[in-house]
């Protein structure tokens, strides 16, 4: 597997619509990051998005992984690549769903831990509600890990 920048990021929209389903969203974050493909034998396999936030601080807008791709370790590798981009003492931050355990468990196992929570964020920015399962996202869980190597 190659990670490399990624120049033109919505050639890909599809994949970046697994992570966030809301397109508008996805062009506000856009412009002002990073993106890195994960690539396998040419095919783009997953990507991740990131931007600087604050002074030291940066963000993970969208991580996603195709479907055939998940559970192989291809999130984690581009997580990995981020923080390797980052300086010592920098402070990464990600954001996801309340209802997602999923991907709280998979923030958790690299690295991340409990910030805060952004209350009623996908019902006060997202125009249509955001189902995981059954359930209504509504709060924000923010996560944050320290860049330490």
Same mark, same amino acid.
């Given at each position: ?7 033109? /990021? ?11 389903? *809301? ?5 506000? *974050? ?13 095919? #783009?396999?997953?990507?991740?998005? *990131? ?7 940066? =963000? ?44 709280? #468990?998979? *923030? ?18 997202? /125009? ?6 059954? =359930?209504?996202? &509504? ?6 890990? &320290?860049?330490?190597?």
């Amino acid at each position: 597997m190659e990670i490399f920048s990624c120049s033109n /990021p919505k050639q890909f929209l599809d994949l970046l619509l697994l992570a966030d389903p *809301y397109e508008p969203m996805i062009d506000r *974050y856009l412009s002002q990051s990073t993106v890195l493909t994960a690539a396998e034998c040419g095919k #783009t396999i997953g990507m991740i998005v *990131y931007c600087p936030v604050e002074k030291n601080t940066w =963000e993970i807008k969208n991580l996603a992984v195709a479907p055939d791709w998940q559970g192989k370790g291809i999130g984690k590798a581009l997580v990995n690549e981020v923080k390797s981009r980052l300086p010592l003492g920098a402070v990464l931050l990600v954001g996801t769903a309340d209802t997602s355990t999923g991907n709280l #468990t998979f *923030y958790e196992k690299c690295g991340f831990s409990y910030d805060h929570t952004i209350p009623r964020f996908f019902t006060d920015f997202y /125009p249509e509600p955001i189902l995981e399962g059954e =359930e209504q996202c &509504i709060d924000m869980i923010v996560l944050r890990q &320290i860049i330490d190597r």
